[in-house]
């Protein structure tokens, strides 16, 4: 509620109202000048009730903060170490930033080299945009096929290799191009990738 | 190669006999434009993000190099990291930026130790208070756009935001931001100490039906025959600038440049030129290259997401032989209403590739 | 508007003003020109991604989002051009390619926004291939079913979810075509966080969530030989004209209950009395705390939405906080199934009680094990439009009618129930009255009326000090209930609504849910407050005899079980 107070403003006394506020996370003192003297009784309590009924007592809404973590970083390691984004360890993630579970779900299913689902150990990508294409990333793609024995999308029984399509992995000058895991493997010949799939 | 000539901090040491506005404005003077395709003046942008008021400023530098084509990011990364730091440390000393990132594509894994090596040895020899972090993206050819980065860092989706507001006025975390590719980076100090600098001589990468692919440095108005003898292209039908730009038709007194290329409705970019030779067939081009972009499409805005499957549907069963008016009819207005109605510019130019081939190649689109 | 700022355009060849900062869908639609959209809602960020709401603007190569682009002095702007006009079908045309076509016999049919665009875009067929997906229909949750087949993405119910409502229940997943909307990890609605609100709901423009339907157990109880009560909710007299074309904010308590009768129901209660014995017990406990020097601020608990909310993120902490009174609805329904059973001499199993509620998670709150065998089934507004169409009732032209007694009659302070700020004016009427010890006059609070999220107000009653505030939306709740829970909370007395504008706004409530329509409900509610003689529940004399009768006193035993509840912690995926 707003209290009277006496305010001496050179040697002269004023009589003003008082009334704390909240915005936010800070707090704002408002003031109404009443007069130089001191109201009566009854004129005091209808000033304070004119002063409450201006006052629209303002909540402001403190915008919430995106924690600064690199969350894709964490999934890129956590992608590392177990092959996929196992559902648990994206729980603990979550809690331990502070991020709720959907939207670390939800970025996580966007990036092509991340996966919520279980893949194999060695994931096996074949570059098929244009420059690979030109240099016969299909047959490439024909050849890892028929050793793997598993079309795009697949996992190897034995979960050693899952084979899939990249988009360009910026290999164009030693065309075709490959990706193992993350590692990068150019000029890419029938023998090269029956050793590499071993 | 010019770019890569180390200038071991004479650059910044530059900087700091000039100040910050007398860096951007000795930028502008120079006339270095952003390498990411969009040909901004770089010292125009960093003036922006200055000018703004803000408790906190951020610069970013954009190396998810994703065009399809293109890998003259990479070839800087490897063979001279420090003038790209250097790059950034100017950067943020113009824009008051005292924390940095380096979007880092996913693919490039192999890059950030020695990228984290250089920073650490720059900024200590710099002497100069900046947070460098790099952020790796993690398989997204839409964080290549300003605005997908941002969400990307921001731990979001990597989906794309409407423009205005733009990155200097609000960018990362809400805050004005300078994004710069890798190359314009590289090419700050190199525009500040040397006099024979020129903003007219560019990184291309060449690739496709060539026997010599690499990255080459090309001055903007060669003609086309000089940049094919160079990577020696076999036999040349066509010129495709990277999946985005779309392509034109193999012309040796094709002079090329921004403007010329804008004019046979295709777009230069981040000048990657992939050569596609005679024996091909341009609807087995075209085919490629949406589904690229039916794979890369972030699903956001309507056009793109729904549109490119459709766009490959109808090539599709155009190939397959079917009588195809009707098809090329409603292939051309969508291509056209992709292009017109999506949210950003990915969207907007990925049907670029489906409307140059129909223009110049209609030919290979009808039934044998 | 400032002189300053104001800019001038043109729309259509026509001259208009705008301020600068204000986007074109805005300022198109100030002057009479509703530009189609799906992803916009004034409520939300704007994110620019159906591309239905594209316009032409001079001077401009590609066609422009007008929900996110902003005006500017001299621009000429058209909104149906031709050329837009093409491009807006084809849009149009790729979402249908993707949906499911089953208009005739989907629940959506009539109500549905994308269906409502095809037909004024003239679309007659789509040239595109189907790209229609085949997924699993989400049946699990009792109150929201999700449909991904119809989903057009416009990221509506995401932005509800998790910017407004903070519940975080579903989420963007994948990415280019093959992105959905679903849980995380692809649980279901059920194993989710979602707190059944329905916001998801009322923001979906094509019918890929939409409330679980009990119709069809409606009608089977309706010919069946059992006793058949019904009860309606403060907020249903002030929306359910809307879906008989009668304009917002416009009363129709009699009609309602001329339908009901009509349709067959044996007596027709109003969830008011309810509300009224709500606020007598709430009260009762708000002056025992305060005297009591007990646990504070007391949140009230008439909102399962919320109840479920509080439960399961803040259960450990905050669990003393909640009031223990009942909603009106279950204080209504134990009443039905005890007091009036016993009154009527009737075995409680042969009455079947319907809700007709504005919300979908009182489908959740009755089947909660602490309500079992009381309401039966519950209505939404929107369900209880659908059976009345069904059943071919002639609402518009309907007579008015009374509820029934002796839980029929309700005061001014049970009305106002349905809308942001008026359980807290209710209950304050009465705690003021029982503090002071008098019969207060000026009983209109009405610095907790606006739609402002957050509402506080200070006052005296009784020589105390009384901090009190209001809050809907559970986003806003969450920023009160960290507070609470940090130990800084300035507040006695809080009342937390789920839904945006309260149960006026509810996950039942037809859509739109535009601040327009929003404002008329609240309106017609203030209205119906004002026009009562007794405005003060603990004045109802209606409640005055169920106390005398059968309760005997607020707090007592026999209130205790009727008219009490329990907490329990909830947990989600």
Redesign the interface.
């Known amino acids: 509620?707003p209290y009277l107070k006496k305010v001496n403003i050179k040697g002269k006394d004023y009589f003003y109202l008082f009334h704390t506020v909240?915005e936010g996370d800070k707090f704002k003192k408002l003031s109404k000048y009443v007069g130089k003297e001191e109201p009566s009784k009854e004129k005091l309590e209808k000033l304070k009730e004119d002063f409450?009924k201006k006052i629209?007592?303002p909540?402001e809404?403190?915008e919430e903060k995106?924690?600064?973590?690199?969350?894709?970083?964490h999934?890129?390691e956590m992608?590392g170490r177990y092959g996929y984004l196992p559902?648990d360890e994206i729980r603990k993630l979550s809690k331990k930033i502070n991020?709720?579970?959907?939207?670390?779900?939800?970025?996580s299913?966007?990036?092509?080299?991340?996966s919520?689902k279980k893949k194999g150990k060695r994931i096996v990508r074949i570059c098929?945009?244009?420059?690979c294409?030109?240099n016969g990333s299909l047959n490439v793609l024909e050849e890892a096929k028929r050793i793997l024995g598993i079309d795009v999308g697949e996992t190897t029984k034995d979960r050693r290799f899952s084979l899939e399509?990249?988009?360009?992995?910026?290999?164009?000058?030693?065309?075709p191009a490959i990706?193992v895991n993350?590692?990068?493997i150019t000029n890419v010949t029938k023998e090269k990738l029956k050793k590499l799939l071993k | 190669m010019k770019i890569l000539q180390k200038v071991n901090l004479e650059g910044w040491k530059k900087v700091n006999e000039l100040g910050a506005d007398g860096t951007i404005e000795l930028l502008k003077k120079k006339g270095l434009t952003g390498r990411g395709g969009a040909c901004f003046l770089s010292g125009l942008k960093w003036e922006f993000t200055r000018k703004e008021k803000g408790d906190e400023k951020f610069v970013i530098c954009n190396a998810d190099?994703?065009?399809?084509?293109?890998?003259k990011?990479?070839l800087i990364l490897e063979k001279n990291p420090e003038n790209v730091i250097e790059g950034v440390l100017i950067a943020c000393y113009c824009t008051d930026a005292k924390q940095a990132y380096i979007y880092l594509?996913?693919?490039?894994?192999?890059l950030k130790e020695k990228l984290e090596d250089v920073i650490k040895k720059i900024l200590s020899d710099a002497k100069f208070d900046l947070k460098i972090?790099i952020?790796?993206?993690?398989?997204?050819?839409i964080c290549g756009d300003e605005t997908a980065i941002i969400a990307?860092i921001?731990?979001?989706?990597?989906y794309p935001h409407f423009k205005p507001p733009y990155p200097p006025q609000k960018g990362l975390?809400g805050k004005p931001t300078v994004i710069n590719n890798v190359e314009t980076l590289a090419n700050v100090p190199l525009a500040l100490v040397d006099d024979s600098w020129s903003d007219g001589v560019r990184l291309f990468?060449?690739?496709?039906?060539v026997s010599k692919?690499?990255?080459y440095e090309i001055k903007m108005g060669t003609k086309l025959e000089g940049i094919a003898k160079i990577c020696q292209a076999k036999d040349p039908k066509a010129v495709?600038f990277g999946?985005a730009g779309g392509c034109i038709p193999y012309s040796s007194n094709f002079v090329i440049n921004v403007e010329h290329i804008c004019k046979e409705e295709a777009m230069l970019g981040a000048c990657?030129l992939?050569f596609?030779s005679k024996k091909?067939n341009m609807l087995d081009?075209a085919i490629?290259?949406t589904?690229?972009f039916k794979?890369?499409s972030?699903g956001k805005c309507t056009p793109c997401r729904e549109g490119n499957v459709h766009v490959l549907k109808l090539l599709e069963k155009i190939k397959s032989g079917e009588d195809n008016k009707k098809d090329l009819v409603l292939l051309e207005k969508l291509s056209v209403i992709i292009r017109d109605t999506a949210l950003c510019g990915l969207g907007q130019s990925c049907t670029n590739h489906v409307l140059t081939a129909l223009k110049y190649f209609k030919g290979d689109f009808k039934v044998k | 508007m400032s002189e300053r700022n104001k800019i001038k355009l043109r729309i259509n060849g026509k001259e208009v003003e705008a301020k600068e900062g204000e986007y074109i869908i805005d300022v198109a639609s100030r002057n009479g020109i509703d530009i189609p959209h799906f992803c916009y809602n004034e409520r939300l960020e704007r994110i620019g991604a159906c591309r239905l709401c594209i316009v032409e603007v001079k001077g401009m190569d590609k066609l422009q989002a007008s929900c996110c682009t902003e005006v500017r002095g001299g621009m000429e702007i058209n909104t149906h051009s031709p050329r837009v006009l093409e491009a807006r079908r084809m849009n149009m045309q790729l979402l249908l390619a993707n949906h499911a076509l089953n208009c005739t016999t989907c629940k959506e049919n009539l109500l549905c926004k994308l269906q409502r665009y095809a037909s004024e875009l003239m679309i007659e067929d789509t040239p595109f291939a189907s790209t229609q997906r085949q997924d699993e229909v989400d049946d699990s949750s009792v109150s929201i079913r999700r449909d991904n087949n119809k989903c057009i993405l416009c990221e509506q119910c995401v932005r509800v979810c998790?910017d407004i409502q903070t519940v975080?229940?579903?989420?963007?997943?994948?990415?280019g075509i093959n992105t959905r909307i679903t849980?995380?990890?692809n649980h279901t609605m059920k194993e989710s966080s979602c707190i059944n609100c329905g916001q998801c709901v009322v923001a979906c423009p094509s019918g890929a969530l939409t409330e679980k339907s009990s119709i069809p157990e409606v009608i089977n109880a309706l010919n069946s030989d059992k006793y058949l009560i019904v009860q309606t909710a403060p907020s249903i007299r002030a929306t359910l004209g809307e879906l008989f074309g009668i304009p917002a904010g416009t009363p129709v308590t009699g009609k309602m209950v001329t339908a009901l009768r009509q349709i067959g129901f044996d007596k027709v209660f109003d969830t008011n009395l309810g509300a009224d014995v709500t606020i007598v017990e709430e009260a009762h406990e708000f002056v025992e705390r305060v005297k009591g020097n007990k646990v504070l601020p007391m949140i009230t608990t008439c909102c399962p939405a919320w109840i479920k909310f509080g439960e399961q993120f803040y259960y450990d902490e905050l669990n003393k906080n909640m009031s223990t009174c009942r909603s009106p609805q279950a204080i209504l329904a134990s009443l039905v199934k005890t007091y009036y059973a016993n009154k009527i001499k009737k075995d409680p199993k042969d009455i079947i009680l319907v809700d007709i509620m504005p919300c979908t998670a009182k489908k959740y709150e009755i089947l909660r094990p602490e309500f079992k065998g009381e309401a039966d089934f519950v209505l939404t507004t929107v369900e209880l439009g659908k059976l009345l169409k069904q059943l071919n009732v002639d609402f518009v032209n309907l007579p008015d009618s009374k509820f029934d007694e002796p839980l029929g009659f309700s005061t001014g302070a049970a009305d106002i129930f349905g809308h942001t700020g008026g359980v807290m004016e209710a209950a304050l009427r009465t705690a003021a009255d029982t503090l002071a010890g008098e019969d207060l006059k000026n009983i209109d609070y009405k610095?907790i009326r606006s739609m402002?999220?957050?509402?506080?107000?200070?006052l005296?009653i009784g020589g105390k000090?009384i901090k009190v505030?209001v809050v809907h939306t559970t986003g806003?709740a969450r920023?009160l209930l960290e507070q609470i829970k940090e130990g800084k909370s300035?507040y006695h007395f809080i009342e937390i609504m789920a839904c945006y504008g309260g149960c006026i706004g509810g996950g039942g409530q037809p859509p739109p849910h535009n601040k327009k329509t929003l404002a008329k409900r609240v309106q017609a509610l203030i209205k119906v407050d004002e026009s009562k003689k007794i405005r003060k529940s603990h004045k109802n004399p209606a409640v005055l005899k169920l106390y005398e009768e059968y309760l005997g006193k607020p707090g007592s035993e026999r209130a205790h079980k009727l008219l009490h509840t329990r907490y329990f912690k909830k947990s989600y995926?």
């Open positions: 509620m909240r409450i629209k007592i909540v809404i403190v995106r924690p600064r973590v690199n969350i894709l970083g999934l890129r992608q559902e991020v709720p579970v959907v939207e670390i779900y939800s970025a299913t966007f990036y092509s080299m991340l919520v098929n945009s244009p420059s294409y030109l399509l990249t988009s360009c992995i910026g290999c164009c000058d030693k065309a990706m993350d590692e990068l | 190099e994703g065009e399809p084509g293109t890998f990011d990479k594509r996913g693919e490039y894994h192999y972090d952020v790796e993206g993690a398989g997204a050819y990307s921001e731990n979001k989706r990597g975390f990468s060449l690739s496709g039906d692919p690499g990255v495709y999946a990657s992939i596609v091909r081009m490629n290259i589904q690229f794979h890369e972030c | 998790n975080y229940a579903i989420g963007m997943v994948n990415r849980p995380n990890f610095e402002k999220e957050i509402k506080e107000a200070e005296e000090k505030c806003a920023k300035p995926v």
